[in-house]
């Protein structure tokens, strides 16, 4: 080559060269960036048009800003095309939650989105989104990645949409009703590209039928919280060969376990709680060599943990709580102590039938951090080898036949323990006075368990501890002053049912406190003020006395939070003050038994969100004012049984309490009669009206006592009142009379129904309305001036077990009907003027002979012999005075049979024989 070309050659590839390095240079320095398109601007902006805002998260987003600058956007740096929209809203914590509900937006989504052609990624979760989702979501044939969950107020007519988005890899829809998409599982059938794919709490719509699932490389499917009640697994789900996390919770299948199921062995997580599985644990989950998550619980399992399980080696969290599996504990552990040790951090097998005692295997567990073994039949001491698990963090062993001494030795390594609650058992906790234990709790729950008669002094120690529960702990000891003065640091305190003694200290300068229960004790004295807050006070069943002025009002200018206030059983005296206006968020008020004395104040009718007021058992007096208790629309128990409370039974009753299930006036001084407004009270479940001056007929409008007719006994939790903010249980007990006696219902006092009328001035006949009562448990209605016959379809009264209408005027005979009634265990019909045979059948003839004397009666129980009964025509056709049938000796009948037979045997043939 010659030198000249040679040159012109080099030089040539030395200005290529620079070209390439300059183009290169440009685009490191950004300067071939190319800004939001318009277009996709407007979109966003139109987008954001339709929203509430309120922490101004999208206040970047301007009408003439770049808009792959906003906050949430992300643009193609080439194209200038928006292909991604992150607007999430989570929150980590509950102290986050108030700044999460501030940066939710809310609203509905612009169809204009949809626009935005190119977006691959769009991100809306846990936001207020609501309206109908826009077919239109299908014009974005790019996207790869949807997340709408968690907006409740959003919905879809159907799901064709989907034919467009096929490209979809990634599908969130969790908490989306798609209740009205009935083709939901075809359409998205159609996404084959699918790789995550999470439903749960969509109310879908039952499986249409396909055979096989075009999104074979799924390796997330979450379907849970969707009831296909009487639903099986679908088989196609057995075919996901791929999925790795399968979560089929709370959606109510039944059957066995599927064996279709073993075929996803590459299963990390499988979640099949809360469902109507009734087999054993199938043997075939020890094939799911990478399973780390299985969760079994809350289904109708029955048999054993197979032994298999040592198998699975990559194990990290195992519930297996609430069934019905029944397998010696020391099996259990043995089971898991191999392979599976090594990496278990979880592990819950509460409320089943295990047995047995606990082993030093259990301190194998190095990585375990939650054991909950609560609610089984657990014997025996607790190892000293849980002091070996050094990782455990919340300790469960309550409501077991645990025995023995808890030592310091069982917490030696025990550094990272927060939680530990060995309640109900027959444990007895011995540490040194001066041990100071190596952790920091913040839940300690030792009810029932012997830690007394002294408060333990390592608590002091305790600088985390929120929640306290020593109950019923054999404490008799006066509470110390560094525990009075670490309240601040709880939110539960519970010291209940101990022999606790001393006054309550001025309690000053103190963090609020979601419980505070010292009921049960032996505390005295007055009960002072109470200058912070606590939702639940519970003081019942102690000795404090005095006014109680002191403690309801001071801070008059400050509301209080307490909704629930218990101060019943003590000997608190005077009358009620009248500063209840600072209590507006009071649900439960209980005053029962004490020494309360006055009229009822005006200040209770501030209280509208007073559902249980208990007056029971004091001197209060006069009548109850209108005023008193204008407000309190949501009341459902007023009992105010006990005291000396004058004037008519207030028509308001029935009229501003349509939620009433409650009703107890009993020994008072009301009189005159029973107002038809109460028949308004629907919800009613027990009147208890006995020991007043009423008078006047029973009204026939009782009929509307809808809740008298109906029972559901599935629910058999008693009356529970919960706190709005804390939800904390308050049980309502009542004292109500029934067969006589005067029983305590609390655990099923929501299954109970009764009427008690008696021990008034009733006039006129029992309503036969009463008996379309086919819930009504009790009926009492003795001693009054009732007259007429007992109703005669009173065998409808199909749950009754206790009637009592002595004393009364009533008149006939005992209807034959009442035979029927299979649970009748006490029957009173002393005192009246009934008539006739009392009838044959069932249990009548066991009751006593006593409570049928005092009327004309025959038959068992009774000595008397009931005469026989002949029916003449008159009777045959209603004839008769009274209707009556009459009543002929057998001796007489057949003497006078005789007598006519003889006469005309002797008189007869003189009369034929002519001669004669």
């Given at each position: 080559?010659?030198?000249?070309?040679?040159?012109?050659?080099?030089?040539?590839?030395?200005?290529?060269?620079?070209?390439?390095?300059?183009?290169?240079?440009?685009?490191?320095?950004?300067?071939?960036?190319?800004?939001?398109?318009?277009?996709?601007?407007?979109?966003?902006?139109?987008?954001?048009?339709?929203?509430?805002?309120?922490?101004?998260?999208?206040?970047?987003?301007?009408?003439?800003?770049?808009?792959?600058?906003?906050?949430?956007?992300?643009?193609?740096?080439?194209?200038?095309?928006?292909?991604?929209?992150?607007?999430?809203?989570?929150?980590?914590?509950?102290?986050?939650?108030?700044?999460?509900?501030?940066?939710?937006?809310?609203?509905?989504?612009?169809?204009?989105?949809?626009?935005?052609?190119?977006?691959?990624?769009?991100?809306?979760?846990?936001?207020?989104?609501?309206?109908?989702?826009?077919?239109?979501?299908?014009?974005?044939?790019?996207?790869?990645?949807?997340?709408?969950?968690?907006?409740?107020?959003?919905?879809?007519?159907?799901?064709?949409?989907?034919?467009?988005?096929?490209?979809?890899?990634?599908?969130?829809?969790?908490?989306?009703?798609?209740?009205?998409?009935?083709?939901?599982?075809?359409?998205?059938?159609?996404?084959?590209?699918?790789?995550?794919?999470?439903?749960?709490?969509?109310?879908?719509?039952?499986?249409?039928?396909?055979?096989?699932?075009?999104?074979?490389?799924?390796?997330?499917?979450?379907?849970?919280?969707?009831?296909?009640?009487?639903?099986?697994?679908?088989?196609?789900?057995?075919?996901?060969?791929?999925?790795?996390?399968?979560?089929?919770?709370?959606?109510?299948?039944?059957?066995?376990?599927?064996?279709?199921?073993?075929?996803?062995?590459?299963?990390?997580?499988?979640?099949?709680?809360?469902?109507?599985?009734?087999?054993?644990?199938?043997?075939?989950?020890?094939?799911?060599?990478?399973?780390?998550?299985?969760?079994?619980?809350?289904?109708?399992?029955?048999?054993?943990?197979?032994?298999?399980?040592?198998?699975?080696?990559?194990?990290?969290?195992?519930?297996?709580?609430?069934?019905?599996?029944?397998?010696?504990?020391?099996?259990?552990?043995?089971?898991?102590?191999?392979?599976?040790?090594?990496?278990?951090?979880?592990?819950?097998?509460?409320?089943?039938?295990?047995?047995?005692?606990?082993?030093?295997?259990?301190?194998?567990?190095?990585?375990?951090?939650?054991?909950?073994?609560?609610?089984?039949?657990?014997?025996?001491?607790?190892?000293?080898?849980?002091?070996?698990?050094?990782?455990?963090?919340?300790?469960?062993?309550?409501?077991?036949?645990?025995?023995?001494?808890?030592?310091?030795?069982?917490?030696?390594?025990?550094?990272?323990?927060?939680?530990?609650?060995?309640?109900?058992?027959?444990?007895?906790?011995?540490?040194?006075?001066?041990?100071?234990?190596?952790?920091?709790?913040?839940?300690?729950?030792?009810?029932?368990?012997?830690?007394?008669?002294?408060?333990?002094?390592?608590?002091?120690?305790?600088?985390?501890?929120?929640?306290?529960?020593?109950?019923?702990?054999?404490?008799?000891?006066?509470?110390?002053?560094?525990?009075?003065?670490?309240?601040?640091?709880?939110?539960?305190?519970?010291?209940?049912?101990?022999?606790?003694?001393?006054?309550?200290?001025?309690?000053?300068?103190?963090?609020?406190?979601?419980?505070?229960?010292?009921?049960?004790?032996?505390?005295?004295?007055?009960?002072?003020?109470?200058?912070?807050?606590?939702?639940?006070?519970?003081?019942?069943?102690?000795?404090?006395?005095?006014?109680?002025?002191?403690?309801?009002?001071?801070?008059?200018?400050?509301?209080?939070?307490?909704?629930?206030?218990?101060?019943?059983?003590?000997?608190?005296?005077?009358?009620?003050?009248?500063?209840?206006?600072?209590?507006?968020?009071?649900?439960?008020?209980?005053?029962?038994?004490?020494?309360?004395?006055?009229?009822?104040?005006?200040?209770?009718?501030?209280?509208?969100?007073?559902?249980?007021?208990?007056?029971?058992?004091?001197?209060?007096?006069?009548?109850?004012?209108?005023?008193?208790?204008?407000?309190?629309?949501?009341?459902?128990?007023?009992?105010?049984?006990?005291?000396?409370?004058?004037?008519?039974?207030?028509?308001?009753?029935?009229?501003?309490?349509?939620?009433?299930?409650?009703?107890?006036?009993?020994?008072?001084?009301?009189?005159?009669?029973?107002?038809?407004?109460?028949?308004?009270?629907?919800?009613?479940?027990?009147?208890?009206?006995?020991?007043?001056?009423?008078?006047?007929?029973?009204?026939?409008?009782?009929?509307?006592?809808?809740?008298?007719?109906?029972?559901?006994?599935?629910?058999?939790?008693?009356?529970?009142?919960?706190?709005?903010?804390?939800?904390?249980?308050?049980?309502?007990?009542?004292?109500?009379?029934?067969?006589?006696?005067?029983?305590?219902?609390?655990?099923?006092?929501?299954?109970?129904?009764?009427?008690?009328?008696?021990?008034?001035?009733?006039?006129?006949?029992?309503?036969?309305?009463?008996?379309?009562?086919?819930?009504?448990?009790?009926?009492?209605?003795?001693?009054?001036?009732?007259?007429?016959?007992?109703?005669?379809?009173?065998?409808?009264?199909?749950?009754?077990?206790?009637?009592?209408?002595?004393?009364?005027?009533?008149?006939?005979?005992?209807?034959?009907?009442?035979?029927?009634?299979?649970?009748?265990s006490y029957l009173n019909l002393s005192n009246n003027n009934l008539i006739g045979k009392i009838p044959s059948g069932t249990q009548i003839q066991t009751f006593d002979a006593t409570n049928f004397v005092g009327n004309d009666l025959c038959g068992s129980p009774l000595t008397k012999n009931c005469t026989v009964t002949i029916e003449t025509p008159e009777d045959e056709n209603g004839g008769g005075k009274d209707g009556n049938e009459h009543e002929v000796d057998w001796f007489?009948?057949?003497?006078?049979?005789?007598?006519?037979?003889?006469?005309?045997?002797?008189?007869?043939?003189?009369?034929?024989?002519?001669?004669?």
């Open positions: 080559m010659k030198p000249d070309m040679s040159a012109s050659v080099s030089f040539f590839l030395l200005e290529l060269l620079i070209v390439i390095v300059t183009i290169n240079i440009s685009f490191c320095n950004g300067s071939s960036y190319v800004g939001c398109i318009e277009s996709d601007r407007q979109a966003l902006l139109t987008f954001k048009h339709d929203l509430t805002d309120r922490s101004n998260r999208l206040a970047s987003w301007l009408g003439d800003g770049d808009c792959c600058e906003w906050n949430g956007v992300v643009c193609n740096n080439h194209t200038g095309h928006v292909i991604k929209l992150n607007l999430q809203s989570r929150w980590e914590s509950d102290a986050d939650y108030e700044a999460y509900e501030r940066s939710l937006l809310v609203g509905k989504i612009n169809p204009s989105l949809f626009n935005l052609k190119n977006l691959i990624h769009l991100d809306l979760n846990s936001n207020k989104f609501e309206g109908m989702i826009s077919p239109q979501l299908g014009n974005l044939t790019n996207l790869q990645y949807l997340d709408l969950s968690n907006n409740p107020e959003l919905h879809v007519e159907n799901l064709v949409w989907m034919y467009g988005a096929s490209l979809l890899k990634h599908l969130d829809l969790s908490g989306v009703d798609l209740s009205r998409a009935s083709e939901w599982l075809l359409n998205i059938n159609s996404l084959s590209s699918l790789v995550y794919l999470r439903l749960s709490n969509c109310q879908l719509p039952p499986f249409s039928r396909i055979q096989i699932a075009n999104f074979s490389s799924l390796t997330t499917l979450d379907l849970s919280d969707n009831p296909f009640y009487n639903s099986f697994i679908p088989s196609w789900v057995f075919g996901l060969n791929h999925l790795g996390s399968l979560d089929l919770s709370f959606d109510y299948f039944q059957g066995p376990i599927p064996n279709g199921l073993g075929n996803l062995t590459s299963l990390k997580h499988l979640d099949l709680s809360f469902n109507f599985f009734n087999s054993s644990i199938p043997t075939w989950l020890s094939r799911f060599s990478s399973l780390e998550y299985l969760f079994l619980g809350f289904n109708n399992l029955q048999g054993r943990i197979p032994r298999s399980f040592r198998k699975l080696c990559n194990l990290r969290s195992i519930c297996i709580s609430y069934v019905n599996l029944s397998q010696n504990m020391s099996e259990i552990l043995e089971i898991f102590s191999e392979c599976v040790a090594d990496r278990l951090e979880y592990l819950d097998l509460s409320h089943n039938h295990f047995f047995g005692p606990l082993t030093d295997q259990l301190g194998q567990f190095k990585n375990l951090e939650t054991l909950d073994l609560h609610e089984n039949s657990i014997i025996g001491p607790i190892p000293t080898s849980l002091g070996k698990l050094s990782s455990i963090k919340d300790l469960v062993f309550s409501f077991n036949k645990l025995n023995g001494t808890l030592s310091q030795n069982h917490f030696a390594n025990l550094t990272r323990l927060t939680s530990f609650d060995v309640s109900e058992n027959l444990l007895t906790l011995k540490v040194n006075h001066d041990w100071v234990p190596p952790f920091q709790l913040s839940s300690l729950i030792l009810r029932s368990c012997h830690v007394g008669p002294h408060f333990p002094a390592w608590l002091r120690s305790q600088k985390s501890l929120s929640n306290l529960d020593m109950s019923n702990a054999k404490i008799s000891d006066v509470i110390p002053n560094w525990l009075w003065k670490s309240l601040s640091q709880f939110t539960s305190l519970n010291l209940s049912h101990n022999q606790i003694h001393g006054e309550i200290p001025h309690l000053a300068d103190q963090r609020d406190i979601d419980l505070l229960d010292l009921s049960s004790n032996k505390l005295s004295g007055l009960l002072p003020p109470i200058s912070f807050d606590v939702n639940a006070l519970y003081l019942s069943n102690n000795a404090l006395s005095g006014s109680i002025s002191q403690f309801l009002c001071f801070g008059m200018n400050n509301s209080k939070t307490t909704e629930i206030l218990n101060l019943e059983n003590n000997f608190f005296s005077g009358e009620l003050p009248n500063c209840w206006m600072n209590w507006q968020y009071l649900h439960v008020l209980n005053l029962m038994n004490n020494e309360f004395v006055g009229s009822l104040p005006t200040s209770i009718g501030i209280l509208s969100s007073l559902q249980l007021l208990i007056l029971r058992k004091n001197s209060l007096s006069g009548v109850i004012p209108f005023v008193s208790l204008e407000n309190c629309t949501n009341l459902e128990t007023l009992d105010a049984a006990e005291n000396h409370f004058v004037g008519y039974v207030p028509t308001w009753i029935g009229e501003r309490f349509s939620s009433m299930k409650i009703l107890n006036l009993r020994s008072n001084k009301f009189h005159g009669h029973l107002p038809v407004e109460l028949c308004r009270l629907a919800s009613l479940q027990i009147l208890d009206l006995a020991y007043n001056n009423l008078s006047g007929s029973i009204p026939r409008c009782i009929s509307n006592f809808n809740a008298m007719v109906t029972v559901d006994h599935s629910e058999s939790n008693g009356l529970n009142y919960f706190g709005n903010k804390t939800g904390i249980q308050f049980l309502l007990h009542e004292l109500l009379v029934r067969k006589g006696i005067e029983y305590e219902y609390s655990t099923i006092l929501n299954l109970v129904r009764i009427i008690d009328l008696s021990k008034n001035n009733f006039s006129g006949e029992i309503p036969r309305e009463v008996t379309s009562f086919t819930a009504l448990q009790s009926l009492n209605l003795s001693h009054n001036s009732l007259t007429g016959r007992i109703p005669e379809n009173i065998g409808a009264m199909g749950e009754i077990e206790s009637i009592d209408f002595s004393s009364n005027q009533l008149s006939g005979e005992i209807p034959q009907s009442i035979t029927s009634l299979a649970y009748l007489f009948v057949s003497m006078a049979f005789g007598f006519v037979v003889g006469f005309w045997g002797l008189i007869g043939p003189l009369i034929i024989n002519e001669r004669w």
